[in-house]
Structures are given as C-alpha cells and as structure tokens.
C-alpha cells in the first residue's frame, strides 16, 4: 500500500506510459474494489483511496477492503430463475474480482451463495494490491476531490464520511436521502443444540445447509410479546426521522406489525420437517454458516436494534439456543444515498460536476451483489472515457442495465423521482418478455409453471443480451 507521500511517485511510475491518466477511487468496499478491478485490467491507472484504520466507521470492524459488515450471503445463486443469480452471472462473465472471490470462499448455504467473510476480504485486498496498475492510499477524503483530479469515482458507501457528504449536499444543492440498516448476531456452533436443532434446505433444496431451530404456537407467541416488550437502542436526535429499507427491517420492528409477520418472514416454516415429530414446525429460526471452518452461524433475518442484554436474553429463548454464545450481537447503522434520478446521468456522472461518477450503495442500489455489480459498471465506463472509447451502458433486458436504469430514472416515464428508494435487482424491473403460454404437450401453463417459463425467458434474453453487450465493448474503437 501506498503512503500518501509516495503517491507523487507512484504516478510518476513508467508503467502504462502511454497513458498519463490516472482514476481515483474514493472508498474501498466492494464497489470500489470492483470498479477499480474493471478500470485496472482496462488499462487504466488507479490510486483506491481508503479511509480506514485511519478512520473507522460504525460499523466496520477491520482494515481489509470489500469488508462485509453486515450478512455473508450474496443471496441466491440460482441464474435460470432468479434476479440475484442472473446478476452473479452476468458478473462472473465480465470477470468480476468480486464473484471470483466469492466463488473462492464458498460455504455451504442451498441454493445461495454465502461465503467465508475473513477469506472473501482478504483475496480482495491481496489481488488488488498485488495489481501493478493499482495503488492504495490510507487516507480520508475530507470533501469534494481535488480540482486537478479529473476523473473520480466516489463509491463511499452508505457509511459516508460527514465531511465528504456535507460537500456533495454542498455542490448538489440536495438533501440526501437516508435508511437504516440492521446486522444480525453471529452464535459459535458449538454452542447450539442440536438434540433440539437440525440440519435442511428448506425443500430439501441444496442440502442440509442450515441449522434450524423450531418453536410450537406457545413459544412463538411468548418469543414474540417478548420482542415487543424488550428495550431497545435509543435513537440519535437526527435519526428519528430517517425511514427503514423495507428489505431488512429489524425483527422488533417486523413483530410490531402483527403476531403473524414473523412466521410468515423470517420464521417462515414451510418446506421444512423436524425430524423428530415428523411434522412441520409452528415457526423455525434458521442459521446459516458464515466462516469455512464451519464454528459460526448467523441467524437469518434477525438483524435487530435491541439492546445487546435484551438480545442475549430472548434470543435463548429460541429452543436449541438455550446456551447460546454470540461471536457477534446485532446492531444498527445509518445509511445514506443520493437521489440518483434526479442527481445521475446515465452514465452515473453526477450532473453539477461529470468528473464525479458514483458506485454502490451510494447511488440507491441495495445489497451486496448490487453494490458490485453498480462499481462494475462505473468502472468500465470510467476506463473506456479515460481511453477514448465508446461506452454504452448494458441494456435494460439485462441484470446490470436494468439495475443502472432503475437508479438513474430511465424507467420513469416523467423522468423524475419524487421518493427514490434503495432497490435490489428483481424481476420487476426487466422490461417485458414474450414466454410460452403452452408446455411441449401444449397444455397451457398456469400459475407457479408459467411464472417459472416467464422467469427463465427473462434470464435467457438477459444473458443473450449481455454476452452481445460484453463483445461490443471489447470491439469499441477510440472515437
């Protein structure tokens, strides 16, 4: 890594003589460490400029790049029939840094893609410091980039520092939006109880990938009124007003709106059997591996603002948690994006200053595929400008370019956004595909069976399209 001394000489280096141009990359998670990757085997030269240690957040724990702080799942890796997966796909062809180190660190999750956190982390941070046409630099950007930097991609993430978001509402004129964001706890293995608890995918599906705790009617109900009733973290005076991302609210928060949300959420039973009745649970916490070796588990979907002597307590309330040991409690943080529709162009250059082109969460995508996927393309874009080449974003037919076009408003027939929320990838924002209405032996398709052929004509046109996308930008020519 590069001391910011030593960053003068960097760029003096004589490697990629023929261009002088340099990219700075303000923030080192997953976003930034892709777009630095895509921009980097472009030809590109990259300084990464990362605050941490010198710096930490409230959330982060560690000095590595592409951290995961929160879940060590990508979601579902299932390309034929849904979004997520589709995405890991279309990444994976564009030789993401980020699936590839995913796909180094697997653990056994079903049909998901969960990985080994520390593992995940540290191939990031070795291949991109092991790139000779990268350099990282420790150190905050403290407000807007300097003036003679004249391409800069800002992928801070929801955990911007105040100095460098105070700048962008400064130059934007706009307030920036914001939500919040729980973790949930991590529970050593070998403090489960497995006299009570068993292995299963739920449908039996990828195999014996969880450990599932069941609970009957009368301790769903007390588990829950206990939810209800416990303390819970107070709020800063300007976080009250800041709104929930509704795909990872707070169980506390999930319970308060009916006995019932919880069972049919992340305590949903069905497709799976306790072995030991035969029968389907009332409820079943599930936990899911989140380090290779296999001595960790995280509850699914338990992220949580309760007071971490609340959560110790009713959480061995949970049957097989009785003794329980927590690596980690959960907790929770406040994110921050722009209101891309309405700040972005579409080649994510923000409108008031295009030197500035911004990744990841930042920019209103959710999730960690997403972020990644968002620095992919603000990487390639970056590059191809920097070089002289044509650059074209994915079209909306496929994960990336409907992602990008959901965030930068082309989807709005008015073109503007007046309550932009952070948006995962989903099926929703593909534009429509013509799918057979009739099987080979031409009964019509109904329900679950057309919704299956509709999602698979989806992911074909997508990964068609893609692959036509990816060979024209590898045929661009300097304009």
């Known amino acids: 890594m590069l001391a910011p001394a030593a960053v003068s000489a960097y760029l003096c280096g004589t490697m990629n003589e023929a261009n002088d ?13 892709e777009a630095a990757w895509q921009a980097a085997n472009a030809g590109v030269r990259v300084i990464l400029h990362e605050m941490r240690p010198l710096r930490m957040t409230d959330a982060h724990k560690t000095d590595s790049l ?26 994976r062809r564009a030789g993401s840094l980020i699936m590839a180190a995913a796909d180094a660190h697997r653990l056994p999750a079903g049909g998901a893609l969960a990985v080994d956190r520390e593992g995940f982390s540290a191939e990031v941070t070795r291949c991109l410091l092991e790139n000779p046409n990268i350099g990282i630099v420790r150190e905050e950007i403290a407000g807007l980039p300097p003036k003679e930097w004249e391409h800069v991609i800002i992928a801070t993430g929801p955990l911007t520092s105040d100095a460098l978001a105070e700048a962008i509402r400064a130059l934007t004129g706009e307030e920036s939006l914001a939500f919040f964001d729980a973790i949930a706890p991590i529970v050593h293995a070998d403090s489960i109880n497995m006299d ?9 599906k990828g195999g014996a990938d969880y450990i599932n705790c069941p609970l ?30 509704d795909g990872c609210l707070p169980i506390e928060v999930m319970a308060e709106r009916g006995i019932d949300t919880l069972r049919h959420g992340p305590m949903k039973p069905v497709g799976l059997t306790d072995p030991r009745t035969g029968k389907r649970p009332y409820a079943v916490v599930q936990l899911r591996q989140d380090n290779a070796l296999g001595t960790l588990f995280n509850m699914v979907g338990f992220q949580t603002k309760l007071k971490y002597g609340e959560q110790k307590r009713i959480f061995r309330m949970i049957p097989g948690l009785e003794n329980a040991e927590f690596a980690r409690l959960g907790g929770l943080h406040r994110n921050t994006f722009l209101n891309s529709p309405k700040l972005l162009d579409d080649q994510l250059r923000l409108k008031a200053d295009p030197r500035l082109r911004f990744a990841g969460q930042m920019t209103g995508v959710e999730g960690y595929v997403e972020s990644a996927a968002c620095g992919l393309i603000a990487g390639r874009a970056t590059a191809a400008e ?3 080449h044509d650059f074209t974003q994915p079209p909306p037919t496929t994960a990336h370019g409907a992602l990008i076009h959901h965030i930068t408003g ?20 593909f534009p429509p595909v013509e799918a057979p209405k009739h099987d080979e032996q031409g009964r019509r398709l109904k329900g679950k069976e057309r919704s299956k052929t509709r999602r698979r004509a989806l992911t074909q046109r997508a990964l068609a399209d893609f692959d036509a996308w990816l060979a024209g930008q590898r045929m661009c020519r300097s304009s």
């Open 21 to 33: 141009k340099v990219l700075h990359i303000i923030g080192g998670g997953l976003a930034g460490s």
């Open 66 to 91: 592409a951290e995961l702080v929160c879940s060590n799942s990508f979601r579902s890796d299932d390309a034929e029939n849904n979004a997520v997966g589709l995405l890991h796909e279309e990444m």
């Open 196 to 204: 009570v608890c068993w292995k299963q995918s739920r449908y039996d």
């Open 216 to 245: 009957d009617r009368e301790q769903y109900e007390r588990f829950v009124q206990e939810l209800l009733a416990a303390e819970k973290v107070e709020f800063h005076e300007w976080e009250k007003n800041t709104p929930y991302f």
């Open 386 to 388: 920097m070089l002289g």
């Open 410 to 429: 082309g989807h709005l027939s008015d073109g503007t956004m007046k309550t932009f929320q952070p948006m995962n990838i989903n099926f929703g924002l």
